[in-house]
């Protein structure tokens, strides 16, 4: 098992670190282009993700706050949560629920209304002197 991990590890770190280099910015890469970092990550096995990753936090811990996070990523320690630029759902709508209101207290003076004819519903026809109307 040890003798696996002695593989594992070094793979496991050029991968994340990879990813990584592929997620970056321009700024993150210290100058290099990412042709060049990939062969320090793959050429130097532990040594090579290993630089990669602590120049890059260090170049994003020294932004700090001043550039959000990207889209989709979680922010990091001391960056504040992004807000969504729309509702999660149509229930944490306020426009949506406001509408839903006003339907609902729409319907209950309906039913109010038709109630209150001597039970007739909707749709139904009754005759006053041989008229025959819709309601």
Known sequence: MLRAMVYVIPIALAIYALIDLSRSQVVERNGLPVPAWVA???????????????????????????RPPAPGRPPGPGRPRPRRSGPVAPDDDPDFLWRLEQERRRQRARDRDSSGEA????????????DTTER
Do not use: C, K, M
Not at 46 to 64: C, D, H, K, T
Not at 119 to 130: A, F, I, R, V
């Open 40 to 66: 320090v990550i793959v050429l130097l096995p532990v040594i090579g993700p290993v630089v990669w990753i602590l120049l890059s936090r260090q170049r994003r811990r020294e932004q700090g706050a001043a």
């Open 119 to 130: 039970g007739t519903e909707e749709g139904t026809t009754t005759e006053d002197d041989g």
